[in-house]
Nanobody, 115 residues
């Protein structure tokens, strides 16, 4: 059974940076197609960034500020978030990239950006 554990969230001022981590266990192939998602209260979960064999993709709202990467040896996916804005405040989750399946959601990691 694939398990995902997100970490690295926190409180940061606008303009600051955070690096999120997603540790994957139970699968050595899931890391080939992974995504970062975020959700705010009352809104649907949205895809922020994904990485597959075809490359990386980003939501327009984070292009140029966020970078998704992966360390295959550590079976971990990262999301480097720079120039954070208050509207980036959300719970961030990792999961399989769209179109490649889905596994149970982890607990997520809270990111709060103060103005």
């Amino acid at each position: 059974q694939v398990q995902l554990v997100e970490s690295g969230g926190g409180l940061v001022q606008a303009g600051g940076s955070l690096r999120l981590s997603c540790a994957i266990s139970g699968s050595e192939v899931a890391i080939n197609s992974m995504g970062w998602y975020r959700q705010t209260p009352g809104k649907q979960r949205e895809l922020v960034a994904s990485v597959t064999r075809g490359g990386t993709n980003y939501a327009d709202s984070v292009k140029g500020r966020f970078t998704i990467s992966r360390d295959i040896a550590k079976n971990t996916v990262y999301l480097q978030m720079n120039s954070l804005k208050p509207e980036d405040t959300a719970v961030y989750y990792c999961n399989i990239a769209p179109g490649y399946g889905r596994v149970s959601w982890g607990q997520g990691t809270q990111v709060t950006v103060s103005s």
